[in-house]
């Protein structure tokens, strides 16, 4: 046991830094008005790109190449501490990236991530695209349907989804359809609509209450057709998995032991990365409000010096910390292949919440400066809401926790 350690190691401490020089110069600063305009905010990512954080090299690096699976959050806790918004603009691709990952064979992994990111010269953008107007938490109930077209060997895509980061924008599409609707989640695959595909287009742009410089919009396939051999995984695999399903609708016992949907299984390994995005938002809101607590002077005295105020940053470095334990605990058993109790849904419920409440209390302590533009507490508090819905809601978290330390299928 003597073995065990919570610190990081000398890469992931340079890392650390690394990223926070970069959050502190360049992302902090560009904040406000990259929330302000509701627009993707290219130029940051560009200087990104240059310094070799927005590339595919990087996240290769700190997924690949760690074996403690902590160097991505450590990573995505000093950017979103700069800005969530701009934080996920730089991040989004990510997460098609790890569907590529999570469902694609090596050679396709090969082929299509690096594609997600481009190089300084020629940024590409990637967005994972699952969730759709009337199925959200829902998974497993898609609409959008994907047809093989055995003559030409050719998939073809039809539905709309909604949400999507960087949806409409991105080079690569990874699109999650109902192969065949009557399995639901069972009968669903996971394709790349590769840059410049007829049929693909942007529907709506969202306006929103926080991460305004993520791009988020609906993305519209209309007889969208990709080559066979974007199908995620390849044919065979599908094929065999389809007849599973089959087998396992006629017998209902063996489905309880059956693989989930394609989607699900990439939400589970990305959520220790996404609660490592809100603490770093509710870290912050911290740092910020107890300098602040130190300065402001009320009734001939710092605030800070009053209990109430006191306790209130007590408690929230106290949850943060919390937060970030669970964060580290889940992306190393993430990592290790070592998930029991759905960890990484308990660190992303966890640190969602303390998010939201870190960033509110913060606007507490800043009084009427806390309810104003001027200062930079309210835009977190509107950040960090996202993290208790976006890749799976609070309650889809405690319905995935409970079903896992229940063996139960909970409703
Ligand atoms: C800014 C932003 C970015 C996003 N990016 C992406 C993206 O890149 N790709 C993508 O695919 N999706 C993305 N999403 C979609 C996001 O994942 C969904 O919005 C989320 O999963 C919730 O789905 P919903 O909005 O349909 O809510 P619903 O599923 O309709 O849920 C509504 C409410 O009901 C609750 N609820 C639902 N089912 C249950 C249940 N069984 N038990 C208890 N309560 C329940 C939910 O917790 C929630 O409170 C994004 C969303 C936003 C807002």
Redesign the pocket.
């Known amino acids: 046991m003597s073995d065990f350690s919570l610190a990081l190691n000398e890469d992931q401490l340079q890392i650390q830094k690394w990223v926070h020089d970069f959050a502190e110069n360049v992302v902090r600063p560009a904040a406000p008005e990259w929330d302000e305009r509701e627009e993707f905010p290219w130029p940051v990512v560009e200087e990104a790109a240059k310094i070799g954080l927005y590339s595919f090299d990087f996240m290769a690096q700190a997924l690949m190449g760690d074996a403690t699976g902590l160097t991505l959050p450590i990573t995505l806790e000093e950017l979103f501490w700069g800005d969530a918004g701009i934080g996920l603009a730089i991040f989004?691709s990510g997460?098609a990236a790890a569907g590529i990952a999570g469902n694609g064979t090596p050679e396709q992994m090969l082929e299509w991530v690096p594609q997600c990111y481009g190089t300084p010269d020629k940024i590409q953008l990637g967005?994972?695209?699952?969730?759709e107007?009337?199925?959200?938490?829902?998974?497993s109930s898609l609409r959008t349907r994907a047809v093989y077209d055995e003559a030409k060997d050719e998939w073809v895509l039809n539905g709309t989804?909604?949400?999507?980061?960087?949806?409409g924008i991105a080079d690569v599409h990874v699109v999650?359809a109902a192969v065949d609707p009557e399995l639901k989640g069972r009968g669903q695959a996971s394709f790349i609509v590769p840059p410049n595909t007829k049929g693909l287009s942007q529907g709506q742009k969202?306006s929103?209450l926080g991460?305004r410089a993520?791009h988020?919009a609906e993305v519209v396939l209309d007889d969208v057709r990709v080559p066979g051999h974007c199908l995620l995984g390849g044919k065979e695999k599908l094929d065999a998995k389809l007849a599973r399903a089959r087998e396992a609708l006629a017998n209902p016992e063996k489905a309880a032991h059956q693989g989930g949907q394609p989607?699900m299984a990439t939400f589970e390994a990305t959520r220790p990365a996404v609660a490592a995005q809100a603490i770093g938002i509710a870290r912050a809101a911290y740092e910020y409000s107890l300098e602040y607590a130190k300065e402001r002077k009320a009734f001939g005295k710092p605030i800070i010096m009053n209990q109430g105020i006191a306790f209130m940053l007590s408690d929230m470095i106290t949850e943060i910390d919390a937060a970030r334990l669970l964060v580290h605990r889940a992306a190393w058993l993430s990592r290790n292949g070592q998930y029991k109790n759905a960890e990484g849904s308990q660190s992303k419920l966890k640190a969602g919440r303390v998010a939201v409440w870190v960033t509110e209390r913060a606007i507490q302590i800043l009084g009427g400066y806390g309810y104003v533009k001027e200062y930079p507490v309210e835009r977190w508090h509107r950040d960090a809401k996202?993290y208790d819905?976006?890749?799976?809601?609070?309650?889809?978290q405690?319905?995935v926790i409970a079903r896992a330390i229940s063996g139960l299928r909970i409703?």
Do not use: H, M, R
Request: proline share 2%.
């Open positions: 989004g997460l967005a994972f695209c699952v969730s107007p009337d199925a959200g938490s829902d998974v989804k909604a949400w999507i980061t960087n949806g999650v969202y929103k991460i993520s988020t989607a996202i819905i976006f890749e799976g809601t609070e309650q889809i405690q319905l409703e």
